[in-house]
Each structure stands twice: as structure tokens, then as C-alpha cells.
């Protein structure tokens, strides 16, 4: 099982990043998937899940109205697309499989927003 981010990287306030998520070694149509963020010195933030078909989508307060969760399950890849960006947004962000008991985990991926 892997699920790699990718898309990180340094903005400028405002700016905008698209986060991916690619997923093997299970059946990725069968999971919802979420992204989780975790800023330095602070614990992990739950950001955003879609299910399974893609047709549900929820937010974290913090991001709604700028980021938006899609999936592709053809390409075994959900996204994260991140507008309007702030410094609060800064951390490393996670990508999250999970079905019932079962959860994995990327290895993250850092974004930075600074001037």
C-alpha cells in the first residue's frame, strides 16, 4: 500500500498550490479519503474528505470557500486544490485513506506560505 503527495512547495500569501495523492496496492474506489494537516509545534488538523464517489465533500471551517477536495478514481489520485492562501495554512499536509478499520497514510508533504 502507498499513497504519495506530491504539489507542496513555498507560495506567497494569496497564492495557490494543487496537492496530489496517489494511491496503489488497494482498492482505492472502495475508500473515502481525507487530507490532514499538522503545523509546526501544533498536532494534526483534519482539512477536508471526500467518499468514495466523489460526490460528498466536507471542510474544516479554516479552509472553506478556498480549498477543494476532488478525486480521480480512475487514476487512483484524489487532489487538494488550495486558493487564497495564508500563512496559517502553513504545515505538512497528509493524505488519507480509510475504510472502517482500516487507515493509511502518506508521508506528507510540507507547504510553506510566506512572503
Known amino acids: 500500500v502507498q499513497l504519495v503527495e506530491s504539489g507542496g512547495g513555498l507560495v506567497q500569501p494569496g497564492g495557490s498550490l494543487r496537492l496530489s495523492c496517489a494511491a496503489s496496492?488497494?482498492?482505492?474506489?472502495?475508500?473515502?479519503m481525507s487530507w490532514v494537516r499538522q503545523a509546526p509545534g501544533k498536532g494534526r488538523e483534519w482539512v477536508s474528505a471526500?467518499?468514495?464517489?466523489?460526490?460528498?465533500?466536507r471542510y474544516a471551517d479554516s479552509v472553506k470557500g478556498r480549498f477543494t477536495i476532488s478525486r480521480d478514481n480512475a487514476r487512483t489520485t484524489f487532489y487538494l486544490q488550495m486558493n487564497s492562501l495564508k500563512p496559517e495554512d502553513t504545515a505538512v499536509y497528509y493524505c488519507n485513506a480509510y475504510l472502517n478499520h482500516n487507515t493509511y497514510w502518506g508521508q506528507g508533504t510540507q507547504v510553506t506560505v510566506s512572503s
Open positions: 496496492g488497494f482498492t482505492f474506489s472502495s475508500y473515502a
Open positions: 471526500i467518499n468514495t464517489g466523489g460526490y460528498s465533500t
